[in-house]
């Protein structure tokens, strides 16, 4: 079974940090690429952050960028998002999805498979 586990979520003061990981099982890893995405109540699902598995290209959404980063374990088939400077307005659940290829990123109908979310809160 195609599995993607994110976990790494929490309560957080403002200015604070956390690293979330997605754990890929299931389907050959090196073939996709993999993006995290977030939602807050009664908003749409957003693109933060995709990494591509053949040359390690980063990308971010513009409200991350300089404060988030995204890498990739493939011997675990894992990737991390490091999240610094937090803010209230990062709270969100958080899910990690994996797709053919970055090119789309931003889109959530491009992915392939989808992990359950982690919870996120920022504090002020």
């Known amino acids: 079974d195609v599995q993607l586990q994110a976990s790494g979520g929490g309560l957080v003061q403002a200015g604070g940090f956390l690293r979330l990981s997605c754990a890929a099982s299931?389907?050959?890893?090196?073939?996709?690429?993999i993006g995290w995405f977030r939602q807050a109540p009664g908003k749409e699902r957003e693109g933060v952050s995709c990494i591509s598995s053949s040359d390690d290209s980063t990308y971010y959404a513009d409200s991350v960028k300089g404060r988030f980063t995204i890498s990739s374990d493939n011997a675990k088939n894992t990737v991390y998002l490091q999240m610094n400077s937090l803010k209230p307005e990062d709270t969100a659940v958080y899910y990690c999805?994996?797709?053919?290829?970055?090119?789309?990123?931003?889109?959530?109908?491009?992915?392939?498979?989808w992990g359950q979310g982690t919870q996120v809160t920022v504090s002020s």
């Open positions: 299931g389907f050959t890893f090196d073939d996709y690429a």
């Open positions: 999805a994996a797709v053919s290829r970055c090119s789309w990123w931003r889109s959530p109908d491009e992915y392939d498979y």
